[in-house]
């Protein structure tokens, strides 16, 4: 079974770029749709883009402007870049294989602060 | 795009049935068969229960049921146990191919 792990700086400061990596395992990266989906301390779930792993990208129209995602399938990673974040950008990060038309395996999650 | 539409909150006794809705448009749940249902206990991160509006994951429950009906779907659940207790999370593609959430309901097992 695949098992997805995000890896990454849990303090990121205001106006700064967040930076994630999620490693996968059990699994080929390839021919696969990935994805990373955030929550807010207390809220839902919000969810950021999905990355084909020829690279092809679909991002959440909200937050376009500042994401990138990239995959690297020598190391079956891939990884996110959200810029200029603020204290709303402050929640725990999934990232998630994606089958069957949606988010099937998840990652652990891991919490991500943007303060000074 | 606004998320999907789901109660705050639903509850039931041990042993009997709830129903949670999702309620989109023709352009999300409407137009695809592309619906999934997560878990999600405290503290934890999600979990697959329905994927394409009615099929469970290996290892999950048969009590965990999914539906569909224009543009509202559903999840059932029978036979409530006390470890079902959780927050519930629907999904959708979109026509934009993007992905919206519900905003989560908690489900309360009395």
């Known amino acids: 079974q695949v098992h997805l792990q995000e890896s990454g700086p849990g303090l990121v400061k205001p106006s700064e770029t967040l930076s994630l990596t999620c490693t996968v395992s059990?699994?080929?990266?390839?021919?696969?749709?990935w994805s990373w989906i955030r929550q807010p301390a207390g809220k839902g779930l919000e969810w950021i883009g999905r990355?084909?792993?020829?690279?092809?990208?679909n991002y959440n129209p909200s937050l376009k402007s500042r994401v990138t995602m990239s995959v690297d399938t020598s190391k079956n990673q891939f990884s996110l870049r959200l810029s200029s974040v603020t204290a709303a950008d402050t929640a725990v990060y999934y990232c998630a294989k994606y089958s069957s038309g949606g988010p099937y395996y998840w990652g652990q999650g891991t919490l991500v602060t943007v303060s000074s | 795009q606004s998320a999907l539409t789901q109660p705050a909150s639903v509850s039931g006794s041990p042993g009997q049935s709830i129903t949670i809705s999702c309620t989109g448009t023709s352009s999300d749940v409407g137009g695809y068969n592309y619906v999934s249902w997560h878990q999600q206990h405290p503290g934890k991160a999600p979990k697959l229960m329905i994927y394409?509006?009615?099929n469970r994951p290996s290892g999950v429950p048969d009590r965990f049921s999914g539906s569909k009906s224009g543009n509202t779907a559903s999840l059932t659940i029978s036979g409530l146990q006390a470890e079902d207790e959780a927050d519930y999370y629907c999904?959708?593609?979109?026509?934009?191919?993007?992905?919206?959430f519900g905003g989560g309901t908690k489900l309360t097992v009395l």
């Open positions: 394409e509006v009615r």
């Open positions: 059990g699994g080929s990266i390839s021919n696969y749709f």
């Open positions: 990355i084909y792993s020829s690279g092809s990208t």
């Open positions: 999904s959708s593609y979109t026509s934009t191919s993007a992905e919206l």
